[in-house]
């Protein structure tokens, strides 16, 4: 669905500017490798010709500069004289050019900073295309890109006004907004006096809720991200989408009409509104039989290319949902999201278990089997010995030895964890037992304060109302609640955490949530006294995720925004999906 928003809805910022800016600066560091080149000719000295110049544009990652290193040592001994230009983007780091130092060609390279680190994939859509962010903070515990997050914060805050409302959760969001403000506090002329257009900024960090992000996709955007890969806001469809021997790249926007109107819908409705277009399509071309000269002049200067146009891309997504069911029908997908359901609710746990099992001795994915460890992990706080135990050895056994150090990382991030001897959830019911049997009152809010730690999910999920409680069948084509992009099975608890705050101004209110989500020290609002947000910009929330946002959770506030008459900016370090948070972590590269 589109989601047509209502009438008084906030119009989007233009982001035009972010591209203008970020070509100009990358113009203006391209131009001076040209002005250095004539002062070579000033001081009569041979210039480099234009083959003889390098510039790399890289990622400031230890082995890129390695690779810089080994071709600038080959020249030198090939006897070769070039210059070499590295910019790195979005910002450069000290160890690079350590490393660039220990090579010995430190001197032969001029480095230079390209700060482009906001890029617009859609009209709501701001990615500054880190994947390896989560890597790096949630598990290596790298701090390098927080300084990266705030100034694309700052930059966004001198383009379009100071934010007059922030709220944030998470160790890795505070440290951000509080660095934001410290650039903030150093120019403060910059914004001053401006009227705001966005009025909510949220901060989120991704291990805040790691359930959602582990869930199978059902809305179109997020399956076609899950089957064949969205990169960078578009995708290659391959022979078995396009129907020829070649693949096609299509960008995945709004100016896509066709897949506008079906992103955000779920699965089960996308055939039969796709079949409905069809018919539509056809009865715009049949129209031409009536026509006269004139009219048919009209029509293929003002319609007919546009039709070509529309016609081709509706072609590629019926394409796209052949191979997506297809695919999805060899994988039994419905009995994995009746599963994912079972371990989402609580219910039938041993089944669920059993199903994983089987899916590792199947060898269908690796990656798909530790997902589904993961997120029985996470709902269930733990795995009680006994399962870990077994689940580790059967994948060992069934996908290899070499998979053992992924098991550490998903431990280290929380993901995949084993519950200590008498954390099991019996024990400490039970231990709760004999102290109201021993009437020994005193004791008993710390007894429950140790239950809700040790079943965190499912508190926060009773707190919030993450499983609603459906009265009959849930209508998937006119859906009531965000729990649709889940089947309405589940409601995202990063999406009911931002309605939540956002009802409420603040996190009050949500004092146990929070303490649940051990963020405690993490959680803050932010609110300006005065308040110069006009009716319309206080409607316009940008929602920053850290460590990346799901197309799921995107399609869930889109909802939500024309539910309540808000519209949402995303901002997101990538987008991501379960197989690349597990791959993130998964020592064995494929």
């Not at 994988?331 to 089987?358: C, P």
């Not at 239950?451 to 084509?477: Q, T």
Request: glycine fraction near 6%; aromatic fraction near 10%; hydrophobic fraction near 35%.
């Amino acid at each position: 669905m589109a989601f047509p928003h209502r009438p008084d809805a906030p119009e989007l910022p233009d982001f035009s500017m972010l591209k203008r800016l970020a070509r100009d600066q990358l113009i203006y560091l391209l131009e001076q490798q040209h002005e250095v080149d004539k002062l070579y000719k000033v001081e009569n000295k041979p210039a480099v010709s234009s083959s003889e110049q390098l510039c790399f544009l890289v990622r400031p990652r230890i082995k890129n500069m390695r690779y810089v290193a080994s071709l600038v040592n080959a020249d030198k001994l090939a006897g070769r004289t070039r210059k070499y230009k590295v910019i790195f983007s979005p910002q450069k780091f000290h160890a690079c050019e350590m490393v660039l130092e220990e090579e010995g060609v430190y001197g032969d390279v001029s480095c230079d900073e390209w700060a482009f680190s906001l890029l617009p994939l859609d009209v709501d859509l701001l990615s500054m295309e880190l994947p390896e962010f989560f890597r790096d903070y949630f598990l290596e515990g790298d701090q390098r890109w927080i300084n990266t997050v705030a100034q694309a914060l700052h930059l966004l805050s001198t383009l379009y006004g100071p934010f007059p409302n922030c709220y944030g959760i998470g160790r890795c969001t505070k440290m951000s907004y509080e660095l934001w403000r410290k650039l903030e506090e150093e120019e403060d002329g910059e914004t001053k006096g401006r009227r705001p257009e966005i009025g909510h900024v949220f901060l989120l960090d991704r291990d805040v809720d790691f359930v959602t992000a582990l869930c199978s996709q059902v809305v179109y955007e997020g399956l076609v991200d899950d089957t064949f890969r969205v990169k960078c806001g578009s995708v290659d469809f391959g022979p078995e989408v396009t129907s020829s021997d070649r693949s096609l790249k299509v960008l995945l926007n709004a100016e896509d009409k066709v897949f506008n109107e079906i992103r955000n819908e779920h699965f089960s409705n996308v055939f039969g509104f796709l079949s409905q277009k069809a018919r539509n399509l056809q009865a715009q071309y049949d129209r031409r039989r009536g026509m006269d000269i004139k009219q048919m002049k009209n029509f293929v200067s003002q319609e007919l290319k546009g039709l070509k146009q529309e016609h081709r891309l509706l072609s590629v997504h019926i394409g796209a949902c052949e191979s997506i069911m297809k695919k999805k029908t060899k994988q039994d997908f419905q009995e994995l999201i009746k599963t994912e359901h079972a371990l989402l609710e609580g219910f039938n746990i041993r089944e669920s278990t059993s199903y994983i099992e089987e899916h590792i001795d199947r060898q269908v994915s690796p990656i798909e089997s530790l997902r589904l460890m993961c997120l029985l992990s996470i709902t269930e706080n733990g795995l009680i010995p006994k399962d870990y135990r077994s689940l580790k050895t059967q994948y060992l056994q069934s996908y290899g030895p070499e998979h053992l150090l992924t098991f550490s990382n998903l431990r280290r991030a929380g993901l995949l964890t084993e519950q200590a001897p008498g954390d099991t959830l019996t024990a400490v019911e039970s231990k709760v037992s004999k102290l109201v049997t021993d009437k020994a009152a005193g004791k008993i809010t710390d007894a429950f304060n140790s239950l809700a730690k040790r079943s965190n999910f499912r508190a926060i999920s009773k707190k919030l109302n993450l499983i609603p409680r459906v009265d009959g069948e849930y209508d998937l084509k006119v859906p009531r609640d965000m729990a649709y992009v889940f089947s309405g099975a589940y409601v995202p608890l990063s999406c009911r955490l931002i309605e939540q705050v956002l009802e409420r101004r603040s996190w009050q209110g949500l004092d146990e949530v929070v303490r649940l989500l051990n963020c405690n020290e993490l959680a803050f609002t932010d609110v300006t006294k005065e308040d110069k947000a006009s009716s319309e910009s206080s409607r316009l929330i940008m929602v920053v995720f850290l460590g990346g946002c799901t197309f799921s959770e995107i399609s869930a506030l889109r909802f939500l925004g024309r539910e309540k008459g808000y519209r949402f900016i995303f901002l997101t370090t990538a987008v991501t999906n379960s197989a690349r948070l597990m791959e993130a972590m998964s020592e064995v590269k494929a």
